[in-house]
């Protein structure tokens, strides 16, 4: 679960790629660059910002490896209040990940060097935000960007960081 979230959530420098994809450009090359959290959504809820703040989680793709540098996170709700809580710890995780943008909605497989596994999830990216929605640990790719409340999917929203 942790890089499902760290990506659809995580640190995913200097900006490696265009801004705005040019025609024909395909989003493997577009994603190049540095990506910072700016928003996410869990359980069909809005992530508090002063959570977000919290996580500042950063992504660096570079070719086909991806780079996280912030908080690697754990979110979980209380049962009792039906809050959501975010568990963090600071830490560098790096990894492969391969994109389809020929899906309809686009997916990502990604791989991680400390471990082996592989998380998947869907991916949009318009210009400079990066929305990445990923299921719970285990489960099947989301077909959807959407976070029931029972759904175990996690949304999260980055913002290309600027040269």
């Not at 989003?27 to 190049?32: G, L, N, S, V």
């Not at 700016?38 to 996580?55: L, T, V």
Request: aromatic share 6%; with cysteine.
């Amino acid at each position: 679960m942790r890089w499902q979230i760290i990506l659809a959530a995580g640190s995913l420098a200097a900006c490696l790629g265009a801004s705005v994809p040019q025609a024909g450009k395909k989003d493997q090359d577009a994603i190049q660059g540095v990506w910072h959290i700016i928003g996410g959504e869990f359980q069909g809820k809005p992530m508090p910002a002063d959570k977000i703040k919290s996580m500042d989680i950063y992504l660096t793709f570079d070719g086909n490896t991806v780079e996280h540098k912030g908080n690697v996170l754990a979110l979980k709700r209380d049962p009792k209040t039906g809050e959501q809580f975010v568990l963090s710890t600071k830490e560098t995780n790096q990894g492969t990940f391969k994109l389809d943008d020929t899906k309809k909605p686009k997916q990502f497989d990604l791989t991680t060097n400390k471990d082996g596994k592989t998380e998947i999830g869907l991916y949009e990216l318009n210009g400079d935000e990066l929305r990445i929605c990923t299921g719970a640990l285990g489960a099947a790719r989301p077909n959807k960007f959407k976070t029931d409340a029972d759904s175990g999917n996690t949304i999260l929203i980055f913002e290309r960081v600027k040269k």
